[in-house]
Nanobody, 125 residues
Framework: QVQLVESGGGLVQAGGSLRLSCSAS????????MGWFRQAPGKERDYVAA????????SYAESVKGRFTISRDNAKNTVNLQMNSLKPEDTAVYYC??????????????????WGQGTQVTVES
C-alpha cells in the first residue's frame, strides 16, 4: 500500500500563486507515476499534471500548460505542483494521485491506484 498526504492549497487572488506538495510513504518503490487531478463542484475529476518516476518526464493538461509546473524530490518521496497565474476556473479540490503504471496526459481518474485526501484551492476574481 501507498499513502499520500497533501499540503498547501488555500485562498488566493486571480493572478497569484500557490504550491501544493504531496508526500508518499509505504511501498513507494512500486510507483511509476505521480501527479495531480482536480475536481470542481458538480464536475468530474480531471487530470492536471503527471511526472514519471523513472525519467522525470512531465505532462500537463492543456488548461494549465505554461502556468503549472510539476516536480519531485526523490529523497523525500515528494511531488510538488507550483501553480502560477491562477484563474478563478482553477478553483477546485486538488487530489494527489499515484500509480504503478506509466501514464502521461492520457491519465484518467479511473486509472489511479492511490489517492490523497484532497486539498481545496480557491481563486477569487
Amino acid at each position: 500500500q501507498v499513502q499520500l498526504v497533501e499540503s498547501g492549497g488555500g485562498l488566493v487572488q486571480a493572478g497569484g500563486s500557490l504550491r501544493l506538495s504531496c508526500s508518499a510513504s509505504g511501498r513507494t518503490f512500486s510507483l511509476n507515476t505521480m501527479g495531480w487531478f482536480r475536481q470542481a463542484p458538480g464536475k468530474e475529476r480531471d487530470y492536471v499534471a503527471a511526472i514519471n518516476w523513472s525519467d522525470d518526464s512531465q505532462s500537463y493538461a492543456e488548461s494549465v500548460k505554461g502556468r503549472f509546473t510539476i516536480s519531485r524530490d526523490n529523497a523525500k518521496n515528494t511531488v510538488n505542483l507550483q501553480m502560477n497565474s491562477l484563474k478563478p476556473e482553477d478553483t477546485a479540490v486538488y487530489y494527489c494521485a499515484a500509480d504503478r503504471l506509466l501514464y502521461g496526459s492520457r491519465w484518467s481518474w479511473n486509472k489511479v491506484d492511490y489517492w490523497g485526501q484532497g486539498t481545496q484551492v480557491t481563486v477569487e476574481s
